[in-house]
């Protein structure tokens, strides 16, 4: 699993990721848990990005 912080949109994610052929992308951090590298100032919008 990817997470990617910052001003992005939902398109412009699937986008960047499409050749990768990812099982999904979710608007939002996953289980509503904070990785340790984001800081609490980060700013934008979280996604989260995985293959099974």
């Given at each position: 699993?990817?997470?990617i912080n910052g001003h992005y949109s939902i398109v412009e994610?699937?986008?960047l990721f499409k050749s990768l052929k990812p099982?999904?992308?979710y608007?939002?951090?996953m289980y509503d848990e904070k990785p340790?590298?984001?800081s609490d100032?980060?700013?934008g919008?979280?996604?989260s990005v995985w293959w099974d």
């Open positions: 699993m990817i997470f994610i699937k986008k099982d999904e992308i608007e939002g951090l340790n590298n984001i100032e980060s700013i919008k979280s996604y």
